[in-house]
């Protein structure tokens, strides 16, 4: 079965420094990855996913198939990027249709 | 449009009594999931509805969770004698279509907590 691991519950930085959630999946093939957002009082919602290649608030994420990664990225990160992210993992069609989510990082970013 | 709406976003219940978490999907999204968020836990999926298919109910953590979809539109998951271990999080999210791109959108959540 794919899985999802964000090994850091917590991270936390200054205003202006780098950001990086590390992401890891477990699964054999080609996955389709995305990583979402949730802030302060508000609903979970998509930040950005692998296959747009796009950079969204900042942030970007690359896939590495042969590390298995899908780290999010951000070079100077805002307050407002305070938030609980979740990685999460779908596989193509003949597979899953339920994405499987990682535990989250919390990211605190200090004034 | 509008969102995904679940209703109520705060439960108080006491241990022993069943209750009932409502979702309203968007209109026209196909696919609708329920997930379980608990803190230190992430998501954790329930169970899942594609259109007029039979449920996947592999999430279920035990016999006393159930769901149903009316309609192919809204659902209704059912907790019943609930345990304290039943306080989390009960997320509906909806979907259009199966590919493996459609992002999932969520709803507000509701908030269950078992005294």
């Known amino acids: 079965a794919q899985r999802v691991t964000q090994p850091e519950k917590l991270l936390s930085v200054f205003k202006g420094a780098p950001v990086e959630l590390k992401c890891n999946y477990s699964y054999s093939g080609s996955p389709e990855l995305f990583w979402y957002v949730q802030y302060s009082r508000q609903r979970l919602q998509l930040l950005l996913r692998h296959i747009s290649r796009e950079s969204i608030k900042g942030f970007t994420a690359d896939l590495n198939k042969g590390e298995t990664s899908f780290h999010l990225k951000k070079p100077f990160a805002q307050e407002e990027d305070s938030a609980m992210y979740y990685c999460a993992l779908k596989v193509p069609p003949g597979g899953s249709y339920i994405p499987t989510f990682g535990r989250g990082t919390s990211l605190i970013v200090h004034p | 449009g509008a969102g995904v709406s679940q209703s109520p976003s705060n439960k108080v219940t006491e241990k022993g009594k069943d209750v009932e978490l409502r979702c309203d999907p968007i209109?026209?999204?196909?696919?609708l999931y329920w997930y379980r968020q608990s803190l230190g836990q992430g998501l954790e999926f329930l169970i899942y509805f594609q259109g007029n298919s039979a449920p996947d109910k592999s999430g279920l953590p035990s016999d006393r969770f159930s769901a149903e979809r009316t309609g192919g539109s809204v659902s209704t998951l059912t907790i019943q004698r609930t345990q304290q271990e039943d306080s989390a999080v009960y997320l509906c999210a909806s979907t259009s279509g199966r590919g493996g791109n459609s992002p999932l959108h969520f709803g507000n959540g509701t908030r269950l907590t078992v005294t």
């Open positions: 209109s026209g999204h196909t696919a």
